[in-house]
């Protein structure tokens, strides 16, 4: 029987960096795109802000690569699990993992949640839709910032309204769904923020993840 205070490596120090890197670089990179597009700024700031932007795209491009470059084998685990779609995964969505009835009291579907992998069936399907996202906007805004003079007006366009409005809505996602989700697992949310080893509780693990739990854990001796 697993004691209280063990703790489960959940997040490897690959996966923290990317993911608090992407975090930081996506909202400064939605500020200053926001500020540029939609505020009436003076032509030497919008320029200045602007010029932030391209700096904070490329530092958002390269932490994608580096994640990709350094850390294959995490990147690639990450992707597999999010690709590995069974039954349990699909069933998953027939009450969207009991959320609707054990915070806002809506009797959706039916009360038991079927067991979990790495990931559930919404984290799956948002986490593929975030990676995504995150590839085609470091794409689109290369794109804008180098490939202007060789696109065409059409392609261009296209490309500008899909990177400004494909990133405001993904972040209203962020915003609304995925953080306040997060922090209602408490213990990822500590895990993957927390400066250190990124563990967290056995229960946690048991409670959200139980197939992965029994087939994928290795154990480990870190503390908080």
Known sequence: MANSNDRILRFHAPDKVFHTVNAITWFALLFTGVAVYFCDLAAETAEYVMLWHLILGTIFTFNLLGFIVIAPDRFALIMRACLEWDRNTIYW????????????????????????????????????????????????????????????????????????????????????????????????????????????????????????????????????
């Open 93 to 224: 969505f027939r009450n969207f993992g009991g959320y609707p009835r054990r915070f806002f009291k809506i009797p959706f579907g039916p009360v038991e949640v079927p067991p979990q992998g790495r990931y559930n069936g919404g984290q799956k399907a948002s986490y593929l839709l975030f990676m995504g996202m995150i590839a085609a906007l470091a794409v689109t805004g290369w794109l804008l910032w180098i490939g202007a003079p060789v696109t065409g007006k059409f392609v261009y366009w296209a490309t500008f309204y899909f990177h400004v409005w494909g990133s405001i809505i993904i972040s209203v996602l962020v915003v609304c769904a995925h953080i306040p989700l997060a922090l209602l697992s408490l213990e990822h949310f500590k895990g993957i923020w927390r400066l250190g080893p990124g563990t967290i509780s056995v229960e946690a693990a048991e409670h959200h993840a139980p197939i992965w739990f029994e087939r994928d854990v290795v154990r480990t001796d870190i503390e908080k």
